[in-house]
């Protein structure tokens, strides 16, 4: 006999899971954790390192990386001076709340007031998993294009702040950021936006103070 | 390829939910996916025809209804749906939507014997 049975249940429900016990755990050690989600090659690494010595007299930094191979993020982190925890997914698209919880694991969370997790390079994959964090972030650079939110609205949708990053190349690409802007405001109207570049410096402080914000 | 994982998740949904019902084999899934998502049909089923020999869920169909993005104006009231990503209202111009439909995630309900 066929019996129809409600489910009625996320799919991601046991990462959903994970993600709340994260949650409490950074509460209860009052750590910030900020789910850093963009493209590869869009200046993460490189903003991260920015921030990290523009908040580090006054926030105690840790970070963890995600990438699919490799622990050359971290060794720059930790060359900062900052906790670092690399999550290789070996293939992997993006990072979930259990590996996130095996890297919290290794860290002095009582020792860290805000914690960044580098996601794995990627527009799409990472957007739907839950690491337990309080504020999501995306990065998005010139040489990407301004037809991203277009393509990838989800992402522009699910950040509280977009970084937008290598403005410094404005003059040599055509990227209309009156209507980039526009576009992501559409998506997402509470969304914070920072134009930032880490080769002139602009932006970054602005972007620096917001981030010191944030400390729990 | 997230589908992976997602698929790995459907399993493990669908077997729990199929061992509490007593259930000897799972017939139907049914899910709903919002087109936020970012989830393509064939890829899970392909990676469903890997994972589920030997599991209650073995053989199965999955029965995808997809969600399209339907947005809100917080000015004016309007109900749309976006033809991309420019959730400007038509009607009134303001950038104030509120997602009302597209980011469903969900197995809503599975046929068992």
Redo the contacts between chains.
């Keep these: 006999m066929i019996k129809q049975i409600s489910v009625d249940e996320r799919i991601l429900s046991a990462n959903d899971l994970a993600a709340a016990e994260n949650r409490a755990l950074l509460h209860q050690h009052s750590v910030h954790m900020v789910n850093v989600m963009a493209a590869p090659g869009s200046g993460k690494t490189c903003l991260l390192l920015a921030a990290i010595r523009g908040l580090k007299d006054q926030v105690r930094v840790g970070v963890i990386e995600g990438d699919i191979a490799s622990d050359i993020d971290t060794v720059k982190m930790r060359q900062e001076g900052v906790p670092a925890v690399q999550i290789n997914t070996g293939g992997g698209c993006h990072l979930d709340a259990l590996q996130v919880r095996k890297a919290l694991e290794q860290l002095p969370l009582d020792e860290i007031d805000l914690l960044f997790v580098e996601n794995v390079g990627n527009l799409i994959c990472p957007v739907g998993f839950d690491l337990g964090e309080t504020t999501r972030m995306a990065i998005a650079s010139i040489p990407e294009g301004d037809d991203k939110p277009l393509k990838y609205p989800s992402i522009f949708h699910k950040v509280d702040a977009l970084v937008i990053s290598k403005i410094d190349l404005l003059p040599y690409i055509a990227f209309d950021l009156p209507e980039y802007r526009r576009l992501v405001a559409s998506i997402q109207p509470e969304l914070r936006v920072f134009e930032t570049s880490v080769v002139t410096g602009e932006g970054i402080s602005a972007w620096v103070d917001w981030l010191r914000t944030l400390k729990a | ?2 589908e992976l ?2 698929t790995e ?2 399993i ?3 077997e729990r ?2 061992r509490e ?1 007593q ?1 000897q084999r799972v ?1 139907r899934i049914h ?1 709903r996916i919002g087109e ?3 989830i393509v049909d064939d890829s899970v089923q392909f990676y469903f025809d890997q994972l589920s020999p030997g599991t209650l869920a073995e053989g199965a169909q999955l029965v995808f209804e997809r969600l399209p ?1 339907s947005l809100r104006c ?1 000015a004016c009231g309007h109900c749309w749906q976006p033809s ?5 209202c038509p009607a009134c111009g303001a ?3 509120a ?1 009302a439909g597209g980011n469903e ?9």
């Design positions: 390829m997230h994982a997602v998740s459907i493990s949904v669908v939910h199929a019902a259930a017939l899910l936020l998502a970012s993005i917080r991309a990503g420019d959730w400007t950038s104030k939507a997602l995630f969900q197995i809503d309900h599975i046929e068992v014997e």
